[in-house]
Antibody
Framework: EVQVLESGGGMVQPGGSLRLSCAAS????????MVWVRQAPGMGLEWVSS????????YHADSVKGRFTISRDNSKNTLYLQMNSLRAEDTAIYYC?????????????WGQGNLVTVSS | EVVLTQSPGTLSLSPGERATLSCRAS???????LAWYQQKPGQAPRLLIY???NRATGIPDRFSGSVSGTDCTLTISGLEPEDFAVYYC?????????FGQGTKVEIK
């Protein structure tokens, strides 16, 4: 069974840092691109960052560029999101998800989400 | 950036009725790279449709997707109680990938 499980969220002050992790199982992790998508309270979905299967290509939304870094360790089947210089508007549930089996940058299997709260 | 505008914002229907959800793109979506997700309260999104019209694994055939130019449609042919949720369209053919703002399907 495909599973992705996020961890590392919590409350942090503005300007602080957090690192989210996403542990994957049930599939060959190194074969699939991965993504972070967030959802602010009561709002819709927002793409944050994507990474190719090898980790050689990374992509970030303009809203987080220069502050967030996506990475992966294929030997550990784990995806990461390093978040620096956090702002109140980064408060959201952060989901990791696995690329669809049909190819293309759509997201087939999602974690349960991890809440990040940026507040003083 | 491709802006996706979903309509209506809320759809009030009864079980058994047909639901038609619209997603209009601000420009043509490359290769019909359009997906639909369902999200229930407190849950993660669930992939329903990819490539505009391909059902994801395990998705019932009452869900169907279509595209005509910049207009994409998700149709639920007969609403089951478990289908009342929020639905998001998502384009992944043009960078940056973007989501629509969602359509809530509620029980009338």
């Amino acid at each position: 069974e495909v599973q992705v499980l996020e961890s590392g969220g919590g409350m942090v002050q503005p300007g602080g840092s957090l690192r989210l992790s996403c542990a994957a199982s049930g599939f060959t992790f190194s074969n699939y691109a991965m993504v972070w998508v967030r959802q602010a309270p009561g709002m819709g979905l927002e793409w944050v960052s994507s990474i190719t299967n090898s980790g050689g290509g990374t992509y970030h939304a303009d809203s987080v560029k220069g502050r967030f870094t996506i990475s992966r360790d294929n030997s550990k089947n784990t995806l990461y999101l390093q978040m620096n210089s956090l702002r109140a508007e980064d408060t959201a549930i952060y989901y990791c998800a696995k690329q669809g089996s049909g190819g293309g940058w759509f997201w087939e299997s999602w974690g349960q989400g991890n809440l990040v709260t940026v507040s003083s | 950036e491709v802006v996706l505008t979903q309509s209506p914002g809320t759809l009030s229907l009864s079980p058994g009725e047909r639901a038609t959800l619209s997603c209009r793109a601000s420009q043509s979506v490359t290769s019909n790279y359009l997906a639909w997700y369902q999200q229930k309260p407190g849950q993660a999104p669930r992939l329903l449709i990819y490539g505009a019209s391909n059902r994801a694994t395990g998705i019932p055939d009452r869900f169907s997707g279509s595209v005509s130019g910049t207009d994409c449609t998700l149709t639920i042919s007969g609403l089951e109680p478990e289908d009342f949720a929020v639905y998001y369209c998502h384009q992944y053919g043009n960078a940056p990938q973007t989501f629509g703002q969602g359509t809530k399907v509620e029980i009338k």
